[in-house]
């Protein structure tokens, strides 16, 4: 497959880098076991999409992996992800989203959810 590059915003690569360095518990968790080709697929991080950084995208299955902190929770918080992702959804993209509590406390089902998706996509 292709890789499929969803427009962005140009200015975003410097924050995307800098977001890089951040050192959010839940995501450095989950980019260790998904990072390379340990899942099949490339999985890249703090990815600028549209006028977004995304957490994590898997440019061959147009896959977006977001982790939601305890601030994402709140009704316009919620409000915004959805419309943020509904944007990016718009393009083709299939996102995904896991709690951070279930990222450092169930990491063993958050990858199996993620499997399932990477396994519904490739076919």
Same mark, same amino acid.
Do not use: M, T
């Given at each position: 497959m292709t890789?499929?590059? *969803? &427009?962005?915003? &140009?200015r975003l690569k *410097?924050?995307?880098?800098?977001?890089?360095? @951040?050192r959010i518990l839940?995501?450095?968790?989950?980019?260790?076991?998904?990072?390379g080709?340990?899942?099949?697929v490339e999985f890249h991080r703090q990815v600028p999409m549209l006028e977004f950084i995304v957490d994590f995208y898997c440019h061959e299955l147009k896959l977006v992996i977001? *982790? !939601?902190?305890?601030?994402? @929770?709140?009704d316009e918080s919620f409000k915004d992800d959805m419309m943020r992702q509904q944007l990016i959804e718009n393009y083709g993209v299939t996102c995904i989203?896991?709690? !951070?509590? !279930?990222?450092k406390n169930n990491l063993e089902n958050v990858l199996k959810? *993620?499997?399932v998706k990477i396994d519904e996509l490739m076919k």
């Open positions: 890789n499929k590059i *969803i &427009p962005y915003n &140009p *410097i924050l995307a880098k800098e977001l890089r360095k @951040q839940s995501k450095v968790i989950l980019w260790k076991v998904i990072k080709k340990s899942l099949k977001e *982790i !939601d902190g305890s601030s994402h @929770q709140y989203r896991f709690l !951070d509590s !279930d990222v959810e *993620i499997c």
